[in-house]
């Protein structure tokens, strides 16, 4: 028996209750890895979709107005489950998802840190008594939750995107509907135990698998799903928030990115190159924060690419639940085949391949940590996401070259930049057009600060104090007609 296997759920949690499809049917899940069909999961549909948005919409009313004492109590709880059992949880999710175990368990680790920052943030989710205009009025200003919340996540973060939703909607006291991608859903369904085994009420959580196209269109048809929070591509975003318009619902999106990477001559080249690595093949290059462009000013592009190459070259690749492997599979053929088409491309308009490019030897999904030079504007490179083991290396002159180029893309979600310049770091943070900005560091996200993209990189903010605030709704109350 597997280490995770009592946290193989294969079954979807509507209303407290473990149920299938309707039809029976199942969808399978499979090891990128290895390939071994880990379970199956039901292939739900609209009608199950209508039942688990009943389910919520039924325990919304007292889940609102328990005591905020309990929702408290039960997130601490939330976090201990997970952190007890970081282990089989980080197993599970590499076995699905295939990253390298350390990174898997970073991320059990980071989601139930998101948990507990929402327990503490929602105590101080504070309103206002405004100064009234004449002595018999009071105006008050409160906060309120938004209602039944709808979340969809995606397979390259499967466990911590969760709970960047839960844990604010939670806390906030909304019920939630959720739908992980199919490719990864067991990071997802978990959630559904863990919240029952530490007493969440019946209802308050929901999770479905199965059909996105029906599942997505019962939750954004439905008037009772007052906020749909999403994390995923910008062309499904898109979709949802035309859908959304119908029911005027409350969306937050966190879609596509395309994040260049700047390194100034004067930069600490060791620490950018430490940067590169995290920020490029973090997740075999699949987050939509990782590096998409690395811009390298002239004077220090040669050493630059010597040691990104060198670093690149030593990356260990194989099975992420081996000791030591720092790339695992990439998620699916189509993922590969784009890093390919994308390499086609760049090397035909004259990018060199100065490592890797091609498919591993490990066969399957395996793709070689690739480091190409010569990228330019006209290559797809510069305008897509990579979301694979690619880094594309572009040469730059001055500082508003690269701020122009930088800027040049529809996506602003993630920019890093390294420079010892304090001038030019304050010039960075005011001209950059991104949501988040990483000066001398490549890995930036925390629960503490708002996370979240420019742009058609999204709308509104995960984290921080600001990723309570898309859970709750503002009302203003007058009392008038005071005695005096
Ligand atoms: P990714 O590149 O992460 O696969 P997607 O945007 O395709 O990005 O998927 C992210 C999530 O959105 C997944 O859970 C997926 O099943 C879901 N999804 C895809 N298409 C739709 C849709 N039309 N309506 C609702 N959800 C969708």
Redesign the pocket.
Known sequence: MRDFDGLLVQANLIGGAWCDADTGQTVSVTNPATHDVLGTVPNCGAAETERAIDAAAQAFDDWSRSDLSVRVGLLHKLHDALMDQQEPLAQLLTAEQGKPLAEARGEIAIGAAYIRWFAEEVRRAKGEIVPAPTADRRLMVTRHPVGVVAA?????FPSSMLARKLGPALAAGCTVVA?????TPYSGLVWGKLCQDVGFPDGVVNILTGS??D???A??ESPRVRKVT????T???K??IR?SADTVKKVSMEL?GNAPFIVFDDADLDAAIEGAMIAKYRNMGQTCVCTNRFYVQAGIHDAFVAKLTAATEALVVGDGSADGVQQGPMIDAGGVEKVEEMIADATAKGGTIVTGGKRHALGGTFFEPTVMTGATADMQVARDEI?GPLSAVFKFDTEDEAIAAANATEFGLAAYAYTTSLGRTFRLNERLEYGLIGINSGLITTVEAPFGGLKESGMGKEGGSQGLEDYLSVKYMCVAGLDR
Do not use: C, E
């Open positions: 969809i996540t995606p397979w390259n739908k992980p991608a199919t490719a996105a196209r599942i997505g269109g939750i954004m999403f994390t995923g591509s062309d499904v975003g979709v949802l859908q596509g979301f």
